[in-house]
């Protein structure tokens, strides 16, 4: 065997065994998003009366942080009578001071999703102008990167789902976006039970 023969093998098995490595991964990171899935049905089926709707959601955004190994994640509440977005849900650092503080829905990532009613990763987002750093100079907080997605019933928008800065410093991705879609229609579908329970009123069936 000549030389360049055996420099051909050797970068052939480089290259085999990283297509072995990147499935491993892939892999584990299915496993780990069907796990999660399947927990979060467990949820639902456990999770049923009205009261225990905003428990769901919790359970939805602690879901979506696991998976996607996020550091920090909120879901925000869109008010139609202002133009609003409220944090109503924050798992954090910053959490206590975060529930209840507003932005208006022209602001920032998640105000350019709710507009657009379509989902936005910006994993620099100091050099993306879609970013509005207000909240982490309000908060003392540091944005590394974020994927936000809508949280839609039919053309309604009922909020938006934040999740922000990987655990291994990592770029949030395409997968973590679907993922998130489909966690946010499952927070959609409990806020718009929510408003229903709300506008007919206690006891009301």
């Known amino acids: 065997m000549n030389a360049a023969t055996l420099q051909h093998y050797q970068q ?6 990283a297509e072995n490595e990147k499935l491993l991964e892939e892999n584990v990171a299915l496993r780990s998003y069907l796990t999660v899935l399947e ?3 467990q949820a639902t089926q ?8 905003f428990e769901l959601l919790n359970v939805i955004l602690y879901s979506a942080m696991r998976v996607i190994r996020a550091e920090d994640g909120s879901l925000l509440l869109h008010d139609e009578s202002n133009g609003e977005l409220e944090f109503v849900l924050v798992h954090s650092q910053i959490q206590q001071e975060l529930i209840g503080h507003r932005i208006p ?3 920032g990532v998640a105000g350019w999703v709710a507009r657009n009613k379509s989902p936005l990763i910006v994993n620099r987002p100091r050099q993306d102008p879609r970013f509005s750093d207000s909240v982490d100079s ?3 907080f540091s944005t590394s990167g974020l994927v936000a997605v809508p949280m839609m019933t039919g053309d309604k928008l009922m ?4 999740l922000l800065n990987k655990e291994d410093h990592t770029d949030f991705n395409s997968t973590d976006t ?3 879609l489909i966690l946010g229609q499952a927070a959609a579908t ?6 229903r329970h709300t506008e007919t009123g206690p006891g009301a069936e």
């Open 105 to 107: 829905e022209d602001e």
């Open 46 to 53: 456990e999770i049923t009366s009205k009261d225990n709707l």
């Open 138 to 140: 309000a908060f003392n």
């Open 12 to 17: 052939e098995n480089r290259r085999l065994r």
């Open 159 to 162: 909020g938006v789902i934040e």
């Open 39 to 41: 927990e979060l049905y």
């Open 190 to 195: 409990a806020l718009e039970e929510i408003r």
């Open 178 to 180: 679907l993922l998130l």
